[in-house]
């Protein structure tokens, strides 16, 4: 790599990157959980910041806050500010998962159920070994 390559991403990948995908915004103006889906409701348009477009088409399918971080190779908190721009212009929609708790089921079975599989996983591992 020479000194010029290097230059050109330390300036696309640096801490100015970074502002200029954030804009004036500090921080989230809502709150994502990690594993929140996100889901697409319209495809990008011409003038979509780059990174807004790739989670627009990223979340076709319902993807994770943190499974976008990942795609994308960018910080958590960054994705949670791009992810409220993309939200107050209606382009995405955000659920919470869905846990076996929430489904009305009492939560002493819940607990029993969770160790049974816990422990069918536990016994699969190490049958593997």
């Known amino acids: 790599m020479t000194s010029t390559d290097r230059g050109a991403d330390t300036v696309e990948e640096g801490p100015d990157r970074l502002f200029v995908i ?7 103006t809502r709150e994502f959980g990690l594993l929140d889906l996100v889901t697409s409701r319209e495809v990008p348009g011409p003038d979509e ?5 790739r989670i627009l088409r990223l979340c076709v399918t319902p993807q994770s806050v943190v499974e976008i ?3 994308l190779s ?4 960054l994705i949670k500010i791009v992810l409220s721009r993309l939200t107050d212009r209606d382009q995405i929609t955000v659920n919470a998962p869905h ?3 929430d489904a009305g089921s009492d ?3 819940s607990g029993r ?3 049974q599989l816990l422990e069918r996983v536990l016994r699969g591992l190490r049958n593997t070994a």
């Open 69 to 71: 971080s990942a795609g």
């Open 22 to 28: 954030a804009g004036p915004r500090t921080g989230p």
């Open 49 to 53: 910041q780059d990174e807004a477009a």
């Open 107 to 109: 939560s002493s079975d």
């Open 113 to 115: 159920n969770n160790r």
């Open 74 to 77: 960018l910080p958590v908190a």
């Open 99 to 101: 846990h076996a708790s």
